[in-house]
């Protein structure tokens, strides 16, 4: 949907420097789709004038008095939900503010450039316009959490206790080795949507999990890391050959293809560049599981946009394999679902909450059927 001339997404502009609002408001009111509402100089302005503005997209400081950027997108996301972008100097290669961000939330990130300030932002301007215009077309869920109770001070269900890294795994695996292998597949709103499904993965869990999320490269590592927290399968970033074991969930790095080889082992291409506009690719990582798991594949498609992943269900399907999507009621963006859902490969079509215990129950019913190999 594009606003008519006399209708602009209206902007609520959150950061704590009142030069860098200025030069924020200058940037989006030049904009013929955007129109600034209302400026929040910290966390506790900003939680005030979204639940009285309403404004259709929010951009976001992370530092700031009184109450930063994380508890006011925290607050935001689980009471009034809004589009949320950060724009902040924390967005850089990796910041794990950034990260707990999205993973509550934040529809995208912007990551303001050091030196001269107006100069500078006008040098990520078009960035900038470009993910503010597509968050306010988003309808936003609340995304309330543990990560979010966490962050706000409130009640609620403990993390995970951290856990120590588990050693690489350095067997040979072998041909008697069956075990399913389930994907989940996500893009814009993965990071919040994947921390709605994490905590249902146990220690045990009978399955090796493949997360391939659209994501800057040097972000994953700390995804990793900052995943780990809220559940209790072993979490890792996966490395070239790393062997797939049960009980194991891998977080395809960033800026790299994953596939699975026939043989169990993890290969990553960071040479090929995009394939079909994505890196990585959700559908190469499909079909090679498809290929090594047959019938014991699973596949979750969640949230985001575009059509990755549409090929590769239907890889999995044709391989005997079931597929999942999330629906359209509980997804950030409903692109990639519906784009599978299209193919005609998907079983079924259920809320982000009921996703879990429809992958748990086909994993449990693949396990009893063909006992899992010794690790």
């Known amino acids: 949907m594009t606003p008519s001339p006399s209708k602009k997404f209206r902007v ?38 979204a639940e009285s503005l309403k404004p259709d997209v929010i951009t976001m400081d992370i530092n700031m008095p009184h109450m930063d950027g994380l508890q006011a997108t925290a607050q935001i996301m689980t ?24 993973e509550l939330g934040a529809i995208e990130f912007v990551a303001k450039p050091s030196g ?9 301007k078009e960035e900038l316009l470009r993910k503010v215009r597509m968050a306010a077309k988003v309808r936003v ?43 989940l597949a996500a893009s814009t709103g993965g ?15 009978p399955a090796a999990v493949i997360l391939v999320q659209h994501m800057p490269a040097a972000f994953t590592s700390q995804y ?5 927290e809220f559940t209790e399968i072993s979490v890792r970033e996966a490395a070239a050959n ?17 596939r699975v080889s026939p043989t169990g082992r993890i290969q990553l291409d ?51 394999g079931i597929v999942f999507a999330q629906d359209e009621a509980t997804s950030v963006i409903f692109g990639m679902p519906a784009e599978a859902i299209k193919t005609g490969a998907v079983e079924q079509t259920l809320p982000i909450d009921d996703i879990y215990s429809a992958i748990e129950k086909r994993v449990l019913a693949l396990s009893r059927a063909t006992p899992v190999g010794v690790r």
């Open 242 to 258: 790393d062997v797939l074991q049960p009980g194991t969930l891998y977080i395809c790095p960033g800026g790299q293809h994953l």
């Open 270 to 320: 960071s040479t090929t560049g995009r394939l079909n506009g994505y890196l990585p690719n959700i559908d190469v990582t499909l079909e090679s599981v498809a290929t090594f798991a047959g019938p014991m594949s699973i596949a979750a498609i969640l949230t985001g946009m575009g059509n990755d992943g549409a090929a590769g269900a239907k890889a999995i399907k044709s391989a005997g």
């Open 79 to 102: 009471t009034n939900p809004r589009p949320i972008v950060i724009v902040s100097s924390e967005s850089r290669e990796g910041a794990s503010s950034t990260l707990k961000a999205l």
């Open 191 to 205: 990071p919040a949507t994947v921390m709605r499904l994490a905590p249902g993965f146990t220690k045990d869990f």
């Open 224 to 228: 990793a890391t900052q995943l780990e």
């Open 12 to 49: 609520l502009i959150v950061d704590d420097s009142a030069f860098m609002r200025k030069v924020l408001e200058t940037i989006f009111n030049a904009d013929d789709q955007l129109q600034v509402v209302g400026q929040a100089k910290d966390g506790r302005e900003a939680v005030t004038l």
């Open 141 to 183: 869920v609340r995304t309330a959490s543990r990560l979010a109770s966490t962050l706000q001070g409130n009640s609620g269900p403990a993390p995970v206790a951290p856990k120590q890294a588990a050693a690489r795994p350095v067997s040979t695996p072998s041909s008697d080795q069956r075990f399913p292998v389930v994907v």
């Open 116 to 124: 001269a300030i107006d100069l500078d932002m006008n040098s990520v």
